[in-house]
């Protein structure tokens, strides 16, 4: 995936492979491959003349080799590219927002 495309406010999309924020750590950073998901969609509901995001819809195969499918919340949620790029990638794109700036 094109950094930039990971760089704006809605880079969840379908296909995109994400990892939850509580599975990155430096004890397993050799093993991230091991918690990687897919998105499937954004699960969202219309609530009067609004649309609300209800979550992400992620499928992945367990440890038992046994297809998975999960509802996660949007800050959950850590594209898998800038994951495997380190503890100190993912602290500076969680904090990208916060700090004005939108870069990886």
Not at 23 to 28: A, W
Not at 58 to 78: A, M, P, V
Not at 94 to 99: A, M, V
Request: hydrophobic share 40%.
């Amino acid at each position: 995936m094109e950094e930039d495309k990971l760089n704006r406010k809605l880079w969840i999309v379908p296909g995109v492979a994400v990892i939850r924020r509580d599975d990155i750590s430096e004890l397993n950073m050799d093993r991230l491959i091991l918690f990687k998901m897919t998105v499937d969609k954004i699960v969202k509901r219309s609530v009067k003349d609004m649309v609300k995001i209800e979550g992400v819809r992620c499928h992945w195969i367990d440890s038992e080799r046994k297809y998975q499918l999960g509802l996660f919340h949007t800050n959950e949620l850590i594209p898998f590219d800038i994951a495997i790029k380190g503890i100190s990638k993912v602290n500076k794109w969680i904090n990208r927002e916060k700090d004005g700036t939108n870069k990886d």
